[in-house]
């Protein structure tokens, strides 16, 4: 669905739901990210886009006109509401914690958006490394825009979700995926430094490539505790060099500093030194049209972040196997997994007169490798979020 077929879908639902018209709808991207992977909370590169897939929420003022925020979500069975007379906290149900914890932040801010009935609806599929999350927290600061008649600063509001994130969900996040949901703009990548926040849009137009998303539909359950350590263990080797972040160190400085650091932490940090490298490297590929060259700085991404970082799993390295066996002759440039890792999604440039068939050959081969059906589409580099009804 395009966002004016979701805007209309979502315009139907509200209308089942509450018995009446929204007066407001915005919508917020998923992502993938291209390459530059657990780089962002290193001070470091980051190459995203936002995808075609949206969370959309509608909204209208409460009829009874109190204090309080009622969400529904089309596809979650219970409703979360929150009390805006009241200093905002986590509570239950999970799901209504990301659009609480936005709502906690506008509070923090003085804004005051008024008593809500508010409906959720999303495109980008659940805990699949596509970021839903950050697509639900910058859509519910978005709406909020809208009802209020403010505009904020697209980098604080990404911020702004980003501590929605740490604090309501838990999870200590990099500043990726709320950024790619805010700033992404159609046809183009997002090369951010996540040090300096400094952004540039690298365009994504050449008709002859594509970028598949192949999603495993595996999701390993470690993940929540698995990412906090990983990024503990970036803070201890940045520590024991001497640095503020990894951002600070070249590769030569981890090799002469290698004594320091145990052999786990030596890894993870040489799996983020070299990421920031390729990173810089793959968009200046990406620039230049250079797709071969783009898709090496994939593989070997995929394969620092299978053997250094050890986020990866059988099943995202099965699909990387399979592209690798079909190869540049069968169409693909490179793969590799995307997003946090520990299941999720792979990503994979290939030739755009070849999406049919890698897309066949992958899916096959997968099933007979894993038992698993994979779900692959691709997408372009669509635009971040927006108001679509004010
Ligand atoms: C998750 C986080 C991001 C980033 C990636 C790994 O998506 O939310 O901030 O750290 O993992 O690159």
């Known amino acids: 669905m395009n966002l004016k077929e979701l805007a209309a879908h979502i315009a139907a639902e509200f209308q089942k739901n509450y018995g009446r018209a929204p007066r407001w709808i915005a919508a917020a991207p998923g992502r993938v990210n291209v390459i530059g992977e657990h780089t962002d909370y290193n001070d470091g590169f980051v190459l995203p886009m936002a995808i075609e897939f949206y969370t959309v929420m509608a909204a209208d003022k409460r009829p009874d006109g109190a204090g309080i925020v009622t969400l529904r979500s089309t596809s979650q069975p219970d409703t979360a509401t929150l009390d805006l007379a009241q200093t905002i906290k986590p509570a239950p149900p999970k799901w209504g914690n990301y659009p609480r914890g936005v ?35 910058v859509c519910t600061a978005t709406l909020i825009e809208a009802v209020t008649g403010k505009a904020i600063d697209a980098e604080e509001k990404a911020l702004l979700a980003q501590k929605a994130e740490h604090d309501f969900a838990g999870v200590p996040c990099g500043i990726m995926d709320q950024f790619i949901s805010a700033l992404g703009r159609e046809g183009h ?13 690298v365009p994504m137009s050449d008709p002859s490539v594509a970028l598949l998303i192949i ?10 505790g698995e990412y906090a350590e990983r990024r503990a263990q970036c803070e201890e080797a940045a520590a024991k060099l001497g640095v503020k972040s990894l951002r600070d160190v070249t590769a030569d400085q981890l090799e002469r500093g290698k004594a320091k650091l145990s052999e786990v ?21 990406i620039r230049q049209s250079n797709w071969p060259t783009v898709g090496q700085f994939m593989y070997a991404s995929h394969y620092a972040l299978r053997d250094d970082y050890e986020v990866s799993c059988p099943e995202l390295d099965a699909v990387v196997e399979i592209a690798e066996d079909i190869g540049y002759k069968g169409g693909v440039y490179g793969c590799r997994m995307t997003g946090g890792g520990f299941g999720g999604c792979c990503v994979a440039l290939v030739k755009a007169d070849a999406v049919e068939s890698i897309s066949k ?30």
């Open 361 to 390: 050959k992958i899916a096959s081969d997968y099933k007979a490798k894993t038992g698993i059906e994979a779900t692959i589409f691709s997408s372009r580099p669509a635009a971040g979020a927006t108001i679509i009804k004010s």
């Open 265 to 285: 932490v030596f890894r993870r940090a040489r799996h983020v030194i070299g990421e920031i490298e390729r990173t810089l490297h793959a968009a200046e590929g």
């Open 103 to 137: 709502f906690a932040g506008f509070q923090a801010r003085g804004v005051n958006p008024g008593g809500l009935d508010v409906l959720v609806h999303s495109t980008v599929p659940l805990g699949s490394g596509l970021s839903s999350s950050a697509a639900l927290e």
């Open 189 to 201: 990548l997002l090369l951010l430094d996540c040090r300096t926040r400094k952004t540039e849009l």
């Open 215 to 224: 999603n495993t539909n595996v999701k390993h359950e470690l993940s929540g």
